[in-house]
C-alpha cells in the first residue's frame, strides 16, 4: 500500500545507519578484548624522567608506577566511555526501528492487500537484518591481524618473551588444558569411585558383582578416550548452505576475506606449549634472584626482587615484636610429641572423648611445619607487604579447625545486631535506618584496626572466648566442657610456630594468620571492646556495624565531637588502635557511600588495587564457574548502585573487564539477560523502572542451602580438561544402563570437577627458602 512504502522508504536510511552503529559497537568491543584501543587513546602516555642523581631509586620506582596506572586507567576509563556511547547510540536507534515494525500496517487499504505487503515486507527486513549482521562479522576481521598481547618488559627485572608475558597477563587462576595429568589421574580416580559404589551395595546387604566391574571397564575406556582427543580449534567458516540466496551479491566478497583471514586466525590460534614456557619462565624467575606473588588485593601476578621482600620481612618483624626467632632448631618433632601427649592426658583426665581424641591426634607423617609468606600491597606507597603464615599440616590445626567450628556458630548468633558479613548486609541496614535518620548533616565514618591479628594478646584473646561462653550462659559445646575448649584454645594460640628463609620462628603475640581459631578469637576481642562504642552510637540514633577490623557508623554529630569520641576510644586498650576517616562520602569493604544533600547515594566500590581481571574465559573452567562469575558481579551492581545511571555505569565497567578476560560480548550480553530473568525481570531496565525492579532484587529472600542428604547422595569427582564437555551427559547415560534397576537405583551420582594446578601454583613458591 502507499503507506507501507512511505514506511518503508522512511526506514531504509535508518536501517542502514543502524548497520553502521552496529559495526561501530562490535569493532570497539573487539577493540577492548584484544586490547588494540583506537589511536586516539593508544596514543596517550604520560612519561616523564626523573634525576637519578637526586631522588633515590624507590621513590622514582613508586613515580613510574604511578605513571603507568595513570596512563592504564586513563585507557580503561576512555574505552569504557567510548564504547558505552556507541552502544547507546546503537540502543537508542534499534528501538526506534522495532516500533517503527511493530507498528507497521497490516490492514486492507482501497484496492491493496495490506496483510501480503506486510508479510513480504517482514520477509525482506529479515533477509537484509540478516546481511547486515554478516557484513558486521566481516567488519571485525581486520583486527585479527593487528592483535599483540603484553605489556613493555621491566629492564630491572629480567627480559620476558612476549608469549612469557601473554602467559603472566592470564593472572594467577588461568588453567591450561592438561590431558595428561587428567590421564595419569584417572586409575586413582576409577579406583575411588569402584570403592564407593561398592560401599553403597555393602550397606543394602548385596554383593557388587558384575555390573560394577562392568561399568567401571566402560567408564575407564570412555575417559581413555576422551584423554587422548588432540584438541584443535575450529577454523572460522561460513556455511554457505545456511546464508540466504538474498546474499548472493556478497559470496565473492565472504570467499575473498576466507581466504585471507584464515590464515590469520589458523596463525593466532596456534596451541601453545604451556608447560615449556612455564618451565622457561619459572627458570628465569629464579635465575634473575626474583620473586613472583599474587599481589594482597587485585590478586593479579606481582614480581619483585629477593632483597625486597628480606628488608620488608625484618621491618614488619621489628615492628609488631610477635615473633621470636629459634635459629636453625627445628620445633617440630617436639610440638609433635607435645601436642599428642596433651591431648592423650585429657583423654586419661576424660576431659574429651576416645572419639575426639582420634580426631584430633596426629601422626609424624601427616603433619608439617607452618612457613610464613608475604603478599605485595602494590597499591601502598612503597609496596608493604601481608603475612600470611599458611599451616594446613600443621600440628596443632587439627585442633583449630575443630575449635572454630564449634565457636564460631556461637559468635555469629551473639554478634548477629552489630556485625555484617559483605557489603549487600551493610546496603540493607542503611536503607532502613536512613528512612527516619537521615539527614543532609549525617557524617560516616569508616575506622580501621590496627594489625588485629598480632597486636591481640594471647591470654586475653583466649579469655574472650570464656567471656562470650559466660555471656550465652552455656555449660557445654559439642560435649566438650567449657574449662576443656579454653584449655585447647589456650594450647592452639601459644604453639604457633612457622619456618621462614632457613630460620625457624615462634609467634608470642597475637594468632597465626591462617588459623582458623584465629579469626573467631579476634571477632570476640572486638567483640567486647566495643560495646560502649555501640552503646553510645545507637543511644543517639546513629549506625554501627563491623566487619572483622573494618568498623562502619553514620552519626548525625559534629565532626568535631564524632573526631573527638574517636580519640577518647582509642584509649580504651592499648592493644586496639583506630584510625578513622570521617566525611560525607566513604567506602567501606567493596561498597561507596554518599550523602548527596540528604539523600543516600551508594554505589560499587574499587579499591585503588583493582585490576580488571576474572578468571580468563580461555581457562579450562567449566563453562557454568564462568557464567556464575557474570552473574555474581550483575547482581552486585544492581544491589549496590542506587540510581540507574551509576548502575549503568558499573554495568559498563564490567562488560569491559570481562571483554579484557577474553569473555565474547555475545556470552556477556546473555548472562546479563539470564540475571535478570532469574528475578522475574523481562524488560530492560531504564530510568522509570529501575527503582522498583531495584528494592524487588534487595528484599529477595536468599536461598538457603538445602541440606544435603548424604545416604542417596553420592559425589564424584573427575579431572577436567577441555575434552570433557560431553562427559556428565555420557556417564549419566552409563550410570542407568547399569544401576537403573539395581538395589542402588535410588542414589543420585552428583559429578564434580577436580582442576589441574592453575599458574598460581605452577609459578609461585611459598615456602621456606623461597620467599
Known amino acids: 500500500t502507499p503507506s507501507q512504502w512511505n514506511i518503508h522508504l522512511m526506514l531504509k536510511p535508518k536501517v542502514k545507519l543502524c548497520s553502521t552503529k552496529n559495526k561501530n559497537k562490535t569493532i570497539a568491543t573487539k577493540r577492548v578484548e584484544y586490547d588494540l584501543p583506537?589511536?586516539?587513546?593508544?596514543?596517550?602516555?604520560?612519561?616523564?624522567?626523573?634525576?637519578?642523581?637526586?631522588?633515590?631509586?624507590?621513590?622514582?620506582?613508586?613515580?613510574?608506577?604511578?605513571?603507568?596506572?595513570?596512563?592504564?586507567?586513563?585507557?580503561?576509563?576512555?574505552?569504557?566511555?567510548?564504547?558505552?556511547?556507541?552502544?547507546?547510540?546503537?540502543?537508542?536507534?534499534?528501538?526506534?526501528?522495532?516500533?517503527?515494525?511493530?507498528?507497521?500496517?497490516?490492514?486492507?487499504?482501497?484496492?491493496?492487500?495490506?496483510?501480503?505487503?506486510?508479510?513480504?515486507?517482514?520477509?525482506?527486513?529479515?533477509?537484509?537484518?540478516?546481511?547486515?549482521?554478516?557484513?558486521?562479522?566481516?567488519?571485525?576481521?581486520?583486527?585479527?591481524?593487528?592483535?599483540?598481547?603484553?605489556?613493555?618488559?621491566?629492564?630491572?627485572?629480567?627480559?620476558?618473551?612476549?608469549?612469557?608475558?601473554?602467559?603472566?597477563?592470564?593472572?594467577?587462576?588461568?588453567?591450561?588444558?592438561?590431558?595428561?595429568?587428567?590421564?595419569?589421574?584417572?586409575?586413582?580416580?576409577?579406583?575411588?569411585l569402584k570403592r564407593k559404589i561398592e560401599t553403597r551395595f555393602f550397606e543394602k546387604k548385596?554383593?557388587?558383582?558384575?555390573?560394577?566391574?562392568?561399568?567401571?571397564?566402560?567408564?575407564?575406556?570412555?575417559?581413555?578416550?576422551?584423554?587422548?582427543?588432540?584438541?584443535?580449534?575450529?577454523?572460522?567458516?561460513?556455511n554457505k548452505t545456511q546464508t540466504n540466496k538474498s546474499f548472493d551479491n556478497l559470496s565473492s566478497i565472504i570467499q575473498s576475506s576466507q581466504s585471507s583471514q584464515s590464515q590469520v586466525i589458523i596463525r593466532q590460534r596456534k596451541k601453545k606449549?604451556?608447560?615449556?614456557?612455564?618451565?622457561?619462565?619459572?627458570?628465569?624467575?629464579?635465575?634473575?634472584?626474583?620473586?613472583?606473588?599474587?599481589?594482597?588485593?587485585?590478586?593479579?601476578?606481582?614480581?619483585?626482587?629477593?632483597?625486597?621482600?628480606?628488608?620488608?620481612?625484618?621491618e614488619y618483624m621489628d615492628k609488631t615484636q610477635a615473633y621470636q626467632c629459634l635459629g636453625a632448631i627445628d620445633p617440630l618433632p617436639d610440638l609433635i610429641q607435645r601436642t599428642n601427649r596433651y591431648l592423650l592426658d585429657l583423654r586419661l583426665a576424660k576431659?574429651?572423648?576416645?572419639?575426639?581424641?582420634?580426631?584430633?591426634?596426629?601422626?609424624?607423617?601427616?603433619?608439617?611445619?607452618?612457613?610464613?609468606?608475604?603478599?605485595?600491597?602494590?597499591?601502598?606507597?612503597?609496596?608493604?607487604?601481608?603475612?600470611?603464615?599458611?599451616?594446613?599440616?600443621?600440628?596443632?590445626?587439627?585442633?583449630?579447625?575443630?575449635?572454630?567450628?564449634?565457636?564460631?556458630?556461637?559468635?555469629?548468633?551473639?554478634?548477629?545486631?552489630?556485625?555484617?558479613?559483605?557489603?549487600?548486609?551493610?546496603?540493607?541496614?542503611?536503607?532502613?535506618?536512613?528512612?527516619?535518620?537521615?539527614?543532609?548533616?549525617?557524617?560516616?565514618?569508616?575506622?580501621?584496626?590496627?594489625?588485629?591479628?598480632?597486636?591481640?594478646s594471647q591470654i586475653e584473646g583466649v579469655l574472650s572466648l570464656r567471656k562470650m561462653l559466660n555471656k550465652l550462659k552455656l555449660k557445654q559445646v559439642g560435649g566438650l566442657k567449657i574449662e576443656t575448649i579454653i584449655r585447647l584454645s589456650r594450647f592452639v594460640m601459644k604453639n604457633n610456630y612457622f619456618s621462614y628463609n632457613g630460620q625457624f620462628y615462634h609467634q608470642v603475640r597475637g594468632g597465626a594468620m591462617g588459623s582458623p581459631l584465629t579469626l573467631t578469637i579476634s571477632n570476640c576481642y572486638m567483640y567486647f571492646f566495643e560495646r560502649q562504642i555501640i552503646n553510645q552510637i545507637r543511644n543517639s540514633g546513629g549506625l554501627y556495624f563491623r566487619y572483622i577490623d573494618d568498623i562502619f557508623i553514620s552519626v548525625n554529630w559534629p565532626i568535631r565531637h564524632l573526631l573527638k569520641e574517636v580519640d577518647r576510644w582509642n584509649q580504651f586498650d592499648p592493644n586496639i588502635q583506630l584510625s578513622a576517616n570521617i566525611g560525607s562520602s566513604i567506602n567501606f569493604l567493596d561498597l561507596h557511600i554518599e550523602n548527596q544533600d540528604g539523600q543516600l547515594y551508594t554505589t560499587v566500590y574499587q579499591k585503588p588495587s583493582y585490576e580488571p581481571y576474572y578468571l580468563p574465559f580461555n581457562s579450562v573452567h567449566p563453562?557454568?564457574?564462568?557464567?556464575?562469575?557474570?552473574?555474581?558481579?550483575?547482581?552486585?551492581?544492581?544491589?549496590?548502585?542506587?540510581?540507574?545511571?551509576?548502575?549503568?555505569?558499573?554495568?559498563?565497567?564490567?562488560?569491559?573487564?570481562?571483554?579484557?578476560?577474553?569473555?565474547?560480548?555475545?556470552?556477556?550480553?546473555?548472562?546479563?539477560?539470564?540475571?535478570?530473568?532469574?528475578?522475574?525481570i523481562d524488560q530492560p531496565l531504564n530510568f522509570t523502572n529501575y527503582k522498583s525492579y531495584r528494592q524487588n532484587i534487595i528484599d529477595s529472600p536468599i536461598k538457603e542451602k538445602v541440606p544435603i542428604n548424604y545416604e542417596k547422595t553420592?559425589?564424584?569427582?573427575?579431572?577436567?580438561?577441555?575434552?570433557?564437555?560431553?562427559?556428565?551427559?555420557?556417564?549419566?547415560?552409563?550410570?542407568?544402563?547399569?544401576?537403573?534397576?539395581?538395589?542402588?537405583?535410588?542414589?543420585?551420582?552428583?559429578?564434580?570437577?577436580?582442576?589441574?594446578?592453575?599458574?598460581?601454583?605452577r609459578l609461585t613458591h611459598t615456602r621456606s627458602g623461597k620467599y
Open 38 to 192: 583506537p589511536k586516539f587513546i593508544s596514543k596517550i602516555d604520560l612519561t616523564f624522567k626523573i634525576d637519578e642523581s637526586i631522588v633515590n631509586k624507590d621513590e622514582i620506582q613508586a613515580t613510574y608506577d604511578e605513571m603507568r596506572k595513570i596512563t592504564k586507567d586513563f585507557r580503561t576509563q576512555a574505552m569504557k566511555l567510548y564504547v558505552q556511547s556507541l552502544e547507546r547510540e546503537y540502543e537508542l536507534l534499534s528501538n526506534e526501528i522495532k516500533r517503527i515494525i511493530q507498528g507497521f500496517p497490516s490492514e486492507n487499504d482501497d484496492g491493496f492487500d495490506a496483510e501480503a505487503g506486510c508479510a513480504a515486507f517482514k520477509q525482506y527486513h529479515q533477509l537484509r537484518q540478516k546481511r547486515f549482521d554478516l557484513e558486521v562479522k566481516q567488519s571485525c576481521y581486520f583486527l585479527a591481524g593487528q592483535r599483540v598481547e603484553g605489556e613493555q618488559n621491566n629492564p630491572e627485572l629480567f627480559a620476558l618473551t612476549k608469549q612469557e608475558h601473554q602467559l603472566l597477563r592470564l593472572g594467577p587462576r588461568f588453567i591450561f588444558d592438561d590431558p595428561k595429568t587428567a590421564a595419569r589421574r584417572r586409575t586413582t580416580e576409577l579406583a575411588t
Open 206 to 238: 548385596v554383593s557388587p558383582g558384575r555390573p560394577v566391574e562392568q561399568f567401571i571397564a566402560e567408564l575407564d575406556v570412555l575417559l581413555q578416550n576422551l584423554h587422548n582427543i588432540p584438541m584443535t580449534k575450529k577454523r572460522i567458516k561460513f
Open 273 to 314: 606449549n604451556y608447560g615449556r614456557i612455564v618451565k622457561r619462565l619459572k627458570y628465569k624467575i629464579h635465575m634473575a634472584n626474583t620473586i613472583l606473588r599474587k599481589t594482597d588485593k587485585s590478586k593479579v601476578f606481582h614480581l619483585g626482587k629477593v632483597d625486597h621482600y628480606q628488608k620488608k620481612s625484618e
Open 351 to 456: 576431659w574429651i572423648t576416645q572419639k575426639q581424641y582420634e580426631q584430633l591426634s596426629i601422626k609424624p607423617n601427616e603433619v608439617e611445619l607452618a612457613h610464613l609468606y608475604y603478599l605485595p600491597k602494590v597499591h601502598k606507597p612503597g609496596t608493604p607487604l601481608r603475612p600470611i603464615i599458611s599451616g594446613l599440616k600443621h600440628p596443632t590445626i587439627k585442633i583449630s579447625k575443630f575449635l572454630d567450628d564449634l565457636l564460631r556458630p556461637l559468635f555469629d548468633q551473639m554478634a548477629l545486631n552489630s556485625t555484617v558479613t559483605s557489603g549487600f548486609d551493610l546496603v540493607k541496614h542503611l536503607q532502613q535506618w536512613s528512612r527516619n535518620n537521615f539527614k543532609r548533616e549525617t557524617l560516616f565514618c569508616t575506622i580501621d584496626v590496627t594489625d588485629l591479628y598480632t597486636m591481640v
Open 623 to 680: 563453562l557454568h564457574m564462568k557464567k556464575n562469575i557474570i552473574f555474581t558481579m550483575l547482581l552486585r551492581a544492581i544491589r549496590y548502585c542506587s540510581t540507574f545511571q551509576t548502575y549503568l555505569n558499573d554495568r559498563e565497567k564490567l562488560r569491559m573487564a570481562l571483554l579484557l578476560n577474553k569473555y565474547p560480548n555475545a556470552f556477556i550480553d546473555e548472562q546479563f539477560n539470564n540475571m535478570l530473568l532469574k528475578f522475574g
Open 714 to 761: 553420592m559425589f564424584i569427582h573427575f579431572t577436567y580438561c577441555s575434552s570433557m564437555k560431553t562427559f556428565p551427559f555420557k556417564f549419566h547415560i552409563l550410570w542407568n544402563k547399569y544401576f537403573g534397576e539395581s538395589p542402588i537405583n535410588e542414589l543420585l551420582p552428583v559429578l564434580g570437577t577436580r582442576n589441574v594446578q592453575n599458574l598460581q601454583r
